[in-house]
T-cell receptor, first 110, second 115 residues
Framework: KQEVTQIPAALSVPEGENLVLNCSFT??????LQWFRQDPGKGLTSLLL?????REQTSGRLNASLDKSSGRSTLYIAASQPGDSATYLC?????????FGTGTSLTVIP | GAVVSQHPSRVICKSGTSVKIECRSL??????MFWYRQFPKQSLMLMAT?????????EQGVEKDKFLINHASLTLSTLTVTSAHPEDSSFYIC???????????FGPGTRLTVT
């Protein structure tokens, strides 16, 4: 069974710093991987979707990479802002089943 | 982009009553819908997967007689929490995918509180 792990569980950084969130998965047979953010008490907002054939995707200050063979993905956030404070989740799609990571709670300090 | 809505966004009910949560895909046909629950400070847990016109497939440990899922059309799935108890209080989120589309579109979630 696919297991998805995110490190670190929590992260606190001063405003303006660049940061990296990590996601690892145990089974490399995936269709795609998605990164989401979740604000307290809210649903999920999709940030980036990487297909299994892709190495990275970029959207604004966000860049996500995928190394399927090693079972890793990273989400890079450039020039962090207080508004980036949220929980970030990665999810792996293995076909028609999605597996979520445990999440990284990010706090950006003004 | 594809939009998924949920109704209601918040519901408070008394113990022993049943609650229905609707999940709708507004601008695409959702061949598969997923229901998740999330306890405070925990990740999403998949409860069940439903394909239009078929019975839902429940994850291990999820009581199918308690969490009734119906996916009668390509735009609507419902989750009914029967005989709700305080331990059922949670955040319930649905998501949907279209045929041949492996991206997952999420609803805004429903906060259920059972008193």
């Amino acid at each position: 069974k696919q297991e998805v792990t995110q490190i670190p569980a929590a992260l606190s950084v001063p405003e303006g710093e660049n940061l990296v969130l990590n996601c690892s998965f145990t089974d490399s047979a995936i269709y795609n991987l998605q990164w989401f953010r979740q604000d307290p008490g809210k649903g999920l907002t999709s940030l980036l979707l990487i297909q299994s054939s892709q190495r990275e995707q970029t959207s604004g200050r966000l860049n996500a990479s995928l190394d399927k063979s090693s079972g890793r993905s990273t989400l890079y956030i450039a020039a962090s802002q207080p508004g980036d404070s949220a929980t970030y989740l990665c999810a792996v799609n293995t076909g028609n089943q999605f597996y979520f990571g445990t999440g990284t709670s990010l706090t950006v300090i003004p | 982009g594809a939009v998924v809505s949920q109704h209601p966004s918040r519901v408070i009910c008394k113990s022993g009553t049943s609650v229905k949560i609707e999940c709708r895909s507004l601008d695409f046909q959702a061949t598969t819908m997923f229901w998740y629950r999330q306890f405070p400070k925990q990740s999403l847990m998949l409860m069940a997967t439903s394909n239009e016109g078929s019975k839902a497939t429940y994850e291990q440990g999820v009581e199918k007689d308690k969490f009734l899922i119906n996916h009668a059309s390509l735009t609507l799935s419902t989750l009914t929490v029967t005989s709700a108890h305080p331990e059922d209080s949670s955040f319930y989120i649905c998501s949907a995918t279209g045929q041949g589309d492996y991206e997952q579109y999420f609803g805004p979630g429903t906060r259920l509180t059972v008193t």
